[in-house]
């Protein structure tokens, strides 16, 4: 069975409830996840870095724990804003982060559009450069009228084929259902396509030109199973962003948090400390 994964915290932000929780002390570090995931994804690298950093672990708002409702603003924009106001509310001065997907996205935006100062910056299969929308979300957004009056349970089918692609090794059934359950029944069905619905290619075009001012390390890590976010993505970012060093992990897939935690979780820790150190 996967490990319990429970945010202890919230904090409201913009009047939106968000869940969040703190492990270990020391430098601050903030996991931002991605889509259609949540915070649980980190839990095996977030007691890793807890050895050495307070980690700041929290649900984007429309995922998880976090506040999630019909009609909410959870596009990749607002979500940065979010972000920015989350690390003023909680006094971090300069942290560290980590985003995963739409995570990666969230974070740049932050950086680069929100000025929110980061120490440094670790991109793990991150939405950055287009196209970034895959082939199955595109479907989902094309055809929005018919998933909305899909069956149900044809519907969490469809969802928990397009999750078992994330991995390159099958994902644990348990795991899955972790997973799943933010979009299980009607209204998660309503929220897993108002997601899609938002999700915008424009919402990274608008940093793109910015990535080569980055200043700030960064540690871009890839699987090079990512089917998908594909590996040449990484290279590509990883020649735009001058500051940056590249991993590619092999026998990965999308969620390389899953296939790889134990590699995943020491390439962030030795890259944050040796960015604490300097």
């Not at 490990?3 to 913009?14: A, G, P, Q, V, Y």
């Not at 259902?177 to 619905?197: F, I, S």
């Not at 590996?231 to 001058?242: G, Q, S, Y």
Request: with cysteine; charged share 20%; aromatic share 8%.
């Amino acid at each position: 069975m996967p490990e319990e994964w429970n945010l202890r915290s919230r904090i409201t932000l913009s009047g939106v409830e968000v869940a969040y929780d703190v492990l270990g002390f020391g430098p601050p570090l903030v996991l931002v996840h991605g889509t259609p995931g949540n915070s649980y994804i980190w839990r095996n690298v977030a007691l890793r870095l807890a050895d050495r950093f307070s980690v700041y672990a929290y649900d984007l708002p429309g995922f998880g724990q976090s506040e999630r409702n019909e009609g909410q603003d959870v596009s990749i924009p607002t979500q940065a804003r979010l972000l920015a106001e989350l690390v003023e509310a909680l006094d971090l001065d300069a942290p560290s982060i980590a985003g995963h997907d739409i995570g990666g996205a969230i974070t740049l935006r932050a950086h680069l559009l929100e000025d929110v100062p980061f120490a440094c910056i670790a991109l793990i299969d991150s939405v950055a450069l287009r196209p970034w929308i895959t082939p199955a979300t595109k479907h989902v957004k094309a055809h929005l009228d018919a998933y909305r009056t899909m069956p149900t349970a044809t519907f969490e089918a469809l969802v928990a084929s397009h999750l078992r692609t994330a991995t390159y090794h099958p994902i644990h059934e348990a795991t899955l259902a972790v997973y799943l359950n933010q979009w299980e029944g009607e209204l998660g069905q309503r929220l897993y396509l108002q997601n899609a619905d938002q999700l915008r290619a424009e919402h990274t075009a608008e940093f793109e030109p910015l990535l080569p001012s980055i200043t700030v390390p960064v540690r871009i890590v890839w699987g090079e199973n990512d089917a998908w976010l594909v590996p040449a993505t990484a290279n590509r970012l990883h020649e735009l962003i001058p500051t940056s060093d590249l991993l590619l992990l092999p026998h990965t897939g999308h969620f390389a948090m899953e296939d790889s935690p134990q590699e995943v979780a020491a390439t962030l820790f030795d890259f944050f400390t040796d960015c604490s150190n300097t």
